[in-house]
């Protein structure tokens, strides 16, 4: 005792105080104009602690009927013996309140969150999701953990030497300090169009997948990025296979299945401007009066520079054609011989 008092010390207090976390809410993600893409919902953490339990055999009773767990799951942790033992989390509210209202001594509800986004899939990519205890994983939630994670609070609970609460010694808390919001430029409504145009394309083309961003070219604000299929944010680790298809799968295949499914290209591939790139040209060639909205032109399907035939879009061409209607028709011969 003279000797380890600091060992002994350490393990007095371990047990005469117990800790239980108070989640602190994380922030929001809202959209420029209020709309919320991302909050939060109010869940509860149920546990037991072990020295605490009078009656067992009616804690186990009461875990399964409510929690819908197996029997031997419950006793198993009911009679652990350990400071604190987690039975479930992400309980809904009305199950907390419900269980709490049993009275049973060594249950113990605590107050959590659960990460909820109220449109599923609307950017996803953009967005991402959190993890079991709330950390980001992709995407915004990732980028951005640092500033809405929050501070957990504590609350301290002083007990005697065999683990058992003070009467009236008061429980101690130390309030949680919330995450901070954060505002973004997307913008619900473009999102929401652009995700509809993108599905239609998809379909129509059948495309293994459509992208579309938005951007402010006054200041290079993303008003709207997508890529469809997009996946549930509430159920993020549901494949978009068939069952059959999932079931063959071993586990580090079904992850890059998973990680295919949430990266966002947009940001992570490389694409060549090809055709967009015209929209520059012809504006240069316009400014500098080099061309006409008048001038004809004439596609034969293809050109030969120095020894290479480059083709067309429409290899049997465009055949005679203005400025505008070569612009319409994304005519390659036309803007070659700008
Ligand atoms: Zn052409």
Redesign the pocket.
Known sequence: MVFCSEYYGQKAEDLHERERDIKAARGRILDCNGTILATNRSVCTISVIHNQIEDPEAVIAMLVKELELSEETVRKRVEKVSSIERIKTNVDKEVGDKIRAYGLAGVKVDEDYKRYYPYDTLASTVLGFTGADNQGIVGLEVAYDSYMQGTSGKILTLTDARGIEIENAGESRLEPVNGNDLVISLDYNIQMYCEQAAEKTYIKKQADRVSVIVMNPQNGELLAMVNYPEFNLNDPFTLTLSDEEAALLSAEEKQNVLNQMWRNPCISDTYEPGSTFKIITAAAALEEKVVDLDDTFY?P?YRIVEDRRIR???TT??GA?TFVT?IM?S????FSLL
């Open positions: 596609c399907g067309c879009a429409r061409g465009h054609e070569g028709n005519c390659k011969q036309v």
